[in-house]
């Protein structure tokens, strides 16, 4: 099984962003393998099963921001969050956090 996880913060005020939606697709097939939500903590732990996993193919994890931002308030011009990435090791552990603004993110996956 592969674990995958991250976090998102809040990069505005520096607490967690909790309860976003997150979608991780295969983007050669369009298959979801993932429908999820962040936790209060703006933590998520998913196993994906390896064989969902090509080691060949790219996958997209999204965050939908929108409502996080919206629900507060704010106006943001950043949306979703669409990291594209691969897994090579069908049994590895794909870290991706995410620091959000209204108008800015950053990412960074680690393994």
């Known amino acids: ?5 991250s976090h ?6 520096g607490t967690h962003a909790g309860q ?9 097939t369009g298959l979801v393998l993932l429908s999820s939500s962040m936790d209060d903590g703006g933590r998520l732990t998913a ?14 994890l999204i965050f939908d921001a929108g409502p996080y931002w919206l629900a ?4 943001a ?3 979703e969050v669409a990291l594209r990435f691969t897994m090579p090791d069908p049994e590895g552990a794909y ?15 680690s393994t």
């Not at 998102?8 to 005020?13: A, F, M």
């Not at 196993?47 to 997209?60: H, M, V």
């Open 1 to 5: 099984m592969a674990k995958l996880t």
């Open 8 to 13: 998102t913060l809040n990069g505005s005020d």
């Open 20 to 28: 976003i939606v997150v979608t991780l697709k295969d983007c050669s």
């Open 47 to 60: 196993d994906i099963p390896p064989e969902q996993i090509d080691p060949s193919t790219t996958y997209e």
């Open 72 to 75: 507060r308030g704010v106006t």
């Open 77 to 79: 011009r950043v949306k």
């Open 95 to 109: 870290h991706m956090p995410v620091i959000l603004s209204p108008n800015s993110y950053s990412v960074w996956i």
